[in-house]
């Protein structure tokens, strides 16, 4: 385990450790698809029916990139196009009833798999990263356009 050496450390470690996180998680829980796939149908369902360009912005990635993970998620069922009432130029992507039931198969992939990981911890340790995700989920909202 390695430990944060100066405060500038924190940002980066933080950062890192997330992500090696999020891939171990993944890779427990066998979920058949590639996190960016379920992180985007979470967003979708998270937030409502959202034009291309709040996925991407939401996601930090490009539009093109936007539209083929879309795509993909369409072809696959998980969600689905419509027309934007507001704007004839631009359509909607929202869930399917599919993509929120296998949402949530996934979540419950996720917490078979992950549980396994936090079981063996102490109380004092669970309670910590419990605060520790509200706190970084915190940030996130506060931060996600």
Do not use: N, Y
Request: charged share 25%.
């Amino acid at each position: 385990m390695t430990s944060v050496d100066a405060p500038g450390d924190l940002p980066q470690h933080l950062a890192l450790v997330c992500s090696q996180f999020s891939r171990l998680a993944a890779r427990r829980s066998e979920v058949g698809v590639g996190t960016v796939s379920w992180r985007v149908v979470a967003t979708i369902e998270r937030h409502g029916p959202l034009r291309l360009s709040e996925i991407a912005d939401r996601e930090r990635v490009s539009r093109p990139t936007a539209t083929t993970v879309i795509k993909r998620l369409e072809e696959e069922g998980l969600v689905r196009r419509e027309p934007d009432p507001t704007d004839s130029r631009s359509s909607l992507v929202s869930t399917t009833e599919q993509g929120t039931g296998q949402l949530t198969a996934w979540r419950s992939q996720l917490a078979t798999g992950v549980g396994g990981l936090l079981e063996p911890l102490p109380a004092e340790d669970i309670a910590t990263l419990e605060r520790a995700a509200e706190i970084l989920a915190g940030l996130v909202d506060s931060h996600d356009g």
